[in-house]
């Protein structure tokens, strides 16, 4: 049973580039959320979808989007990077769509940001 | 943004010897989880304690949860050196979770 995969592993940008994260998530769940995490910090919420909809936002700016397919894969999408957009970008899954369901992480996607 | 504290922040032990670490959190919860995070690698689920429970077991961990306090602890008994890692509790309101920064844990052999 595969768990929640993310690529690519590692990605380095110039600032003012955009750049596109994926994630698929564990075999069952159809809710994927993404959470920015800086080094040194906890995890922080930036969306989650659910049925193809963004669903919960957190407090990040309009640079960050996303999207779900009807695979319940997810992209994150980040535009105009900032050097402190720089952090490790993690991507968890729940499933059916219940808000109390444990969410499993996938390994994340390191950024640097130059 | 991030709500809560944990603490310590940081943690050093023995082999054998438990580990306790805990939790504070500032919102109304539906359940508050706990994870493992191994040298900035994606985060492992160890346990989840929904708002009406007070204690949970799982293999060598027991969690405790007290809503009038707004509190949590984790408790690591018989630690290892693989139990070397950070450690975070997450408030879970809504399906999203909240993190506290964490607390260091370094078991030595």
């Known amino acids: 049973d595969a768990g929640v995969t993310q690529s690519p592993t590692h990605l380095i940008k110039t600032r003012g580039q955009q750049v596109t994260l994926r994630c698929s998530p564990k075999s069952g769940h159809d809710t994927v959320s993404w959470y920015q995490q800086a080094l040194g910090q906890g995890p922080q919420f930036i969306f989650q979808?659910?049925?193809?909809?963004?669903?919960q936002r957190g407090n990040f700016p309009d640079r960050f989007s996303g999207h779900q397919f009807p695979n319940y894969s997810s992209e994150l999408n980040v535009n105009a990077l900032l050097l402190g957009d720089s952090a490790l970008y993690l991507c968890?899954?729940?499933?059916?769509?219940?808000?109390?369901?444990?969410?499993?992480f996938g390994p994340g996607t390191r950024l640097t940001v130059l | 943004s991030q709500q809560g504290e944990e603490d310590p922040q940081a943690l050093s032990i023995q082999e054998g010897e438990n580990a306790t670490m805990n939790c504070s959190y500032k919102?109304?919860?539906?359940?508050l989880q706990w994870y493992r995070q191994n040298s900035g690698r994606g985060l492992v689920h160890l346990i989840l304690?929904?708002?009406?429970?007070r204690e949970k077991h799982s293999g060598r961990l027991r969690v405790t949860l007290d809503t009038s306090k707004k509190s949590s602890s984790l408790l690591i008994t018989a630690s290892r050196a693989a139990d070397t890692a950070s450690y975070f509790c997450?408030?879970?309101?809504?399906?999203?979770?909240?993190f506290g920064q964490g607390t260091i844990l370094t078991v030595h052999p």
């Open positions: 304690i929904r708002s009406n429970e």
């Open positions: 979808y659910y049925e193809e909809e963004e669903r």
């Open positions: 997450a408030e879970t309101s809504y399906g999203k979770l909240t």
């Open positions: 968890a899954s729940s499933g059916e769509g219940r808000f109390t369901d444990t969410q499993y």
């Open positions: 919102t109304s919860i539906n359940n």
